[in-house]
């Protein structure tokens, strides 16, 4: 079976800086990767999303996130972070089977301080 | 559209009661699931359904029934709930396709409490 690792359980960050979160996933086959955002008392709403193409993908609100097969990873990034991105970030890959389910990482818990 | 609408909202049910967790999209999606997310442990698949009439076991399904009787509506059911059930639960669909990238969409969510 599949499984997803987010190494990093809570980030903080002050406006303005960096953000890379890191996510790695276990299956070596074909793969289809998203990260996905849950704001404080909302529902989970899809940042970005790869399946084939270019490894560098962009998503909403200035989201991208790189495809490294070779080390298994998909990481997130964003080059300056808003008090606005405050939420959980859950990077997910499709498990092949007939379920198509997706497994889920722990999340990855981001505080930004205005 | 409405996308995926769920509900309740949240619910304390007392332990031994059972509770039906209604679920309904409105995109025509032909697969759908219902996750369970606890603190540190993300999102986990408890039973899914690929099209009307056909249901899955996910990871979690013990506890848990579901029942696909026509392609808008999923719902969850807990027989003799307990408190290890106290979680948030999550519905999502899937439009069916032989290609990716096989995204799927979430309502927003039901807060349950067993007691």
């Known amino acids: 079976a599949q499984s997803v690792s987010q190494h990093n359980h809570h980030v903080i960050l002050s406006e303005a800086a960096s953000l890379e979160l890191g996510c790695n996933y276990s299956?070596?086959?074909?793969?289809?990767l998203f990260w996905y955002v849950q704001y404080p008392g909302q529902h989970l709403q899809l940042l970005l999303k790869y399946f084939s193409g270019d490894p560098l993908v962009k998503g909403i609100k200035g989201f991208e996130a790189e495809f490294i097969k070779s080390k298994f990873s998909f990481n997130l990034r964003k080059p300056s972070v808003q008090w606005s991105d405050t939420a959980e970030y859950f990077c997910?890959?499709?498990?092949?089977?007939?379920?198509?389910?997706?497994?889920f990482g722990s999340g990855t818990r981001l505080l930004v301080r205005p | 559209t409405a996308g995926i609408t769920q509900a309740p909202t949240s619910q304390i049910l007392a332990a031994g009661r059972s509770m039906t967790l209604r679920c309904t999209q409105d995109?025509?999606?032909?697969?759908m699931y219902w996750y369970r997310q606890d603190l540190g442990l993300g999102l986990r698949l408890i039973h899914y359904s690929n099209t009307a009439g056909t249901t899955g076991k996910g990871e979690v399904p013990d506890g848990y029934s579901v029942s696909r009787a026509n392609t808008d509506d999923f719902p969850l059911t807990l027989a003799s709930a307990v408190p290890s059930q106290t979680s948030v639960y999550f519905c999502?669909?899937?439009?069916?396709?032989?290609?990716?990238?096989?995204?799927?969409?979430f309502g927003p969510g039901t807060r349950l409490t067993v007691t």
């Open positions: 997910a890959v499709t498990q092949m089977d007939s379920s198509y389910k997706l497994i």
């Open positions: 299956y070596g086959g074909t793969v289809n």
């Open positions: 995109m025509r999606h032909n697969a």
């Open positions: 999502a669909s899937r439009p069916w396709g032989d290609s990716g990238p096989y995204e799927q969409y």
